[in-house]
């Protein structure tokens, strides 16, 4: 794919969050079920006071919000998001949390510190083109301490009714579809991944030493909307 279509496809989804932000930010307001894992996870990996996060395409904040009210942990959190509006309640409601304006797309490597813990919920699906995507999950390791995890999850619309609703996008590359909200007639682009691809992501990230540590279904009514990955960058 040319990097002008990638840009423009990134462009798309920016677009469309921007006009739907407020709906949106409404039905964001509570916890996912698979965070629970993720929690107990970084408590067998972390047993101390405070734990750094990068909160990557965060939305309004609010896995912070469960950090703060589920663990002891003191958090040093950085949330990065390309959404005002939603960035904008985040800071409104959380006030010991930072919150930045921020090309999650193309400019995660002009981020300099690194992290104990590095989250991306709710967003891969959106990273179009294969090598664009296998280059930028490779970024994410540099983003982490040594011994840091790194949770990821991958939208598995298929399974859900609304999944009908999708538009394949024939112009585009395999298992690309464009997606709406509701009534709107706008639509974002989404790609949903094989197993293949999954694989593909875990044996690359291995070879940066970032190992996958579980791997795990939750979410939805049906407890199988999200495919979770847990990495750990080994030391």
């Known amino acids: 794919m040319e990097e002008t279509k990638i840009r423009e496809l990134a462009q798309k989804t920016t677009d469309f969050y921007k006009n739907h932000g407020v709906e949106f930010s409404k039905s964001r307001q509570s916890n996912w ?7 107990d996870i970084i408590k ?8 750094s996060v990068l909160d990557i395409a965060c939305g309004n904040g609010r896995f912070y919000q469960f950090l703060r009210t589920s663990s002891d942990y003191k958090i040093d959190y950085l949330g990065l998001d390309n ?15 930072s919150f930045l304006t921020y090309d999650v797309f193309f400019d995660l490597p002009k981020l300099t510190k ?11 699906h959106h990273i179009p083109d294969a090598n664009f995507r296998l280059h930028w ?19 598995d619309l298929s399974p859900d009714d ?19 909200w509701g009534d ?52």
């Not at 067998?44 to 006071?49: I, L, P, Q, V």
């Not at 959404?83 to 949390?97: T, W």
């Not at 992290?115 to 919920?121: C, L, N, R």
């Not at 999950?137 to 939208?155: A, K, M, R, S």
Request: include cysteine; charge should be negative; glycine fraction near 4%.
């Open 33 to 39: 079920l698979g965070w629970d894992k993720c929690l």
């Open 44 to 51: 067998n990996n972390f047993a101390r006071e405070t734990i």
């Open 162 to 180: 609304r999944f009908s609703k999708a538009v394949k996008a024939d112009d585009l590359e395999e298992n690309d579809y464009y997606y709406g």
């Open 83 to 97: 959404n005002d509006y939603m960035l904008i309640e985040g800071v409104m409601k959380y006030q010991l949390a």
């Open 184 to 235: 709107s007639e706008d639509k974002r682009y989404v790609h949903i991944y094989s197993e293949e691809e999954l694989k593909k992501i875990t044996d690359t990230m291995a070879q940066k030493n970032c190992q996958l540590l579980d791997s795990y279904m939750s979410d939805g009514k049906n407890n199988n909307l999200n495919k979770y990955l847990i990495f750990l960058l080994q030391s």
């Open 137 to 155: 999950f490779e970024q994410l390791v540099d983003l982490l301490n040594p011994n840091g995890l790194l949770l990821i999850t991958f939208w």
């Open 114 to 124: 690194k992290y104990d813990v590095v989250s991306v919920f709710g967003f891969t």
